[in-house]
């Protein structure tokens, strides 16, 4: 095999001078080639096909359409109207790691935790779960997304164009497991979305992606 | 056979109760009292239903197979 990928060039250049060294190629699951040398150095080589969602109907959430192959011209814009992109590190995103320790949730009790929220799931919500560890609850309101903590994404009916972020926590939230936490804004959300809202604190808003999905 | 599960630092607490024993439904009837009183909330659903054929509860029934006692939420 290693032979007909190089006579059919389908290995990049570098790599053809190092033919001599191939002992495998193995073909992935995505269509990359993962290249094995004697020394046991390992390359993949290829361009990863995209994945369709298990959903269907669904698409992800980072789906873009393709890149053009032409080159684009580069948009410059004056030094002084370059803004540098500040990280405001909020040291309550680090709960799951300070939870573990500090609160000593154990991992029997994430397992626990993690099996509720997974029965009180409606069969989109679980599929989504399993791939993102984010889902959608429909209110009267409009969705709101749970799997971030501290910035819940709501989309309004009356906005469209726009999301809102939202941090609603239940009392003592730090004693919780993760999927605990979860399952609390769930039930409520899904029941008594009234209240939700009416506690809801709003930290920011956005435009809504273009090709978002529509839930 | 019904339960309560009580949201936790363990994910939760199992409580259970038989309907043909007076004695388990006493005990959970109490404990139902006591979690209101520290302002759990109980929702109620058939075992396994997801949450939105889930529904809030002000009583205790011995009948119903499953309650949820999650904590009031607040904004952050």
Same mark, same amino acid.
Not at chain 1, 115 to 131: G, K, T
Not at chain 1, 152 to 162: F, G, M, S, T, W
Not at chain 2, 43 to 53: L, S, T
């Given at each position: 095999?290693?032979?007909?990928?190089?006579?059919?060039?389908?290995?990049?250049?570098?790599?053809?001078?190092?033919?001599?060294?191939?002992?495998?190629?193995? +073909?992935?699951?995505?269509?990359?080639?993962?290249?094995?040398?004697?020394?046991?150095?390992?390359?993949?080589?290829?361009?990863?096909?995209?994945?369709?969602?298990?959903?269907?109907?669904?698409?992800?959430?980072?789906?873009?359409?393709?890149?053009?192959?032409?080159?684009?011209?580069?948009?410059?814009?004056?030094?002084?109207?370059?803004?540098?992109?500040?990280?405001?590190?909020?040291?309550?995103?680090?709960?799951?790691?300070?939870?573990?320790?500090?609160?000593?949730?154990?991992?029997?009790?994430?397992?626990?935790?993690?099996?509720?929220?997974?029965?009180?799931?409606?069969?989109?919500?679980?599929?989504?779960?399993?791939?993102?560890?984010?889902?959608?609850? +429909?209110?009267?309101?409009?969705?709101?997304?749970?799997?971030?903590?501290?910035?819940?994404?709501?989309?309004?009916?009356?906005?469209?164009?726009?999301?809102?972020?939202?941090?609603?926590?239940?009392?003592?939230?730090?004693?919780?497991?993760?999927?605990?936490?979860?399952?609390?804004?769930?039930?409520?959300?899904?029941?008594?979305?009234? +209240?939700?809202?009416?506690?809801?604190?709003?930290?920011?808003?956005?435009?809504?992606?273009?090709?978002?999905?529509?839930? | 056979?019904?339960?309560?599960?009580?949201?936790?630092?363990?994910?939760?607490?199992?409580?259970?109760?038989?309907?043909?024993?007076?004695?388990?439904?006493?005990?959970?009837?109490?404990?139902?009292?006591?979690?209101?009183?520290?302002?759990?909330?109980?929702?109620?659903?058939?075992?396994?239903?997801?949450?939105?054929?889930?529904?809030?509860?002000?009583?205790?029934?011995?009948?119903?197979?499953?309650?949820?006692?999650?904590?009031?939420?607040?904004?952050?």
């Amino acid at each position: 095999m290693a032979e007909r990928l190089l006579e059919g060039n389908l290995l990049p250049n570098s790599l053809s001078n190092m033919a001599a060294d191939v002992v495998a190629i193995e +073909e992935l699951p995505d269509g990359r080639r993962l290249v094995v040398f004697s020394d046991r150095r390992e390359i993949v080589v290829g361009v990863a096909r995209p994945r369709a969602h298990p959903v269907p109907g669904v698409d992800w959430l980072w789906a873009r359409p393709p890149s053009s192959p032409r080159a684009r011209p580069r948009h410059t814009t004056a030094p002084g109207s370059r803004r540098p992109i500040r990280t405001l590190a909020d040291e309550r995103d680090s709960i799951v790691s300070r939870t573990r320790s500090a609160r000593r949730v154990t991992r029997a009790a994430e397992q626990r935790a993690d099996e509720l929220l997974c029965s009180l799931l409606d069969p989109l919500q679980r599929a989504d779960w399993d791939v993102n560890a984010a889902f959608w609850v +429909e209110t009267p309101r409009g969705p709101v997304r749970l799997g971030h903590l501290y910035s819940l994404i709501h989309r309004p009916h009356d906005r469209l164009d726009q999301e809102l972020i939202l941090c609603v926590v239940p009392h003592a939230h730090h004693e919780l497991p993760i999927a605990d936490i979860w399952s609390n804004l769930l039930l409520v959300l899904a029941v008594e979305p009234e +209240e939700f809202f009416r506690v809801a604190i709003q930290r920011g808003s956005r435009r809504r992606a273009p090709d978002s999905p529509g839930r | 056979m019904g339960m309560m599960r009580i949201l936790d630092e363990t994910g939760d607490t199992t409580i259970t109760w038989a309907v043909d024993d007076p004695a388990t439904i006493a005990e959970a009837e109490a404990l139902f009292a006591r979690l209101v009183q520290e302002r759990k909330i109980p929702f109620a659903r058939a075992a396994g239903a997801p949450a939105d054929a889930a529904e809030k509860i002000s009583a205790f029934d011995p009948n119903v197979e499953e309650i949820v006692w999650v904590r009031p939420i607040a904004g952050g």
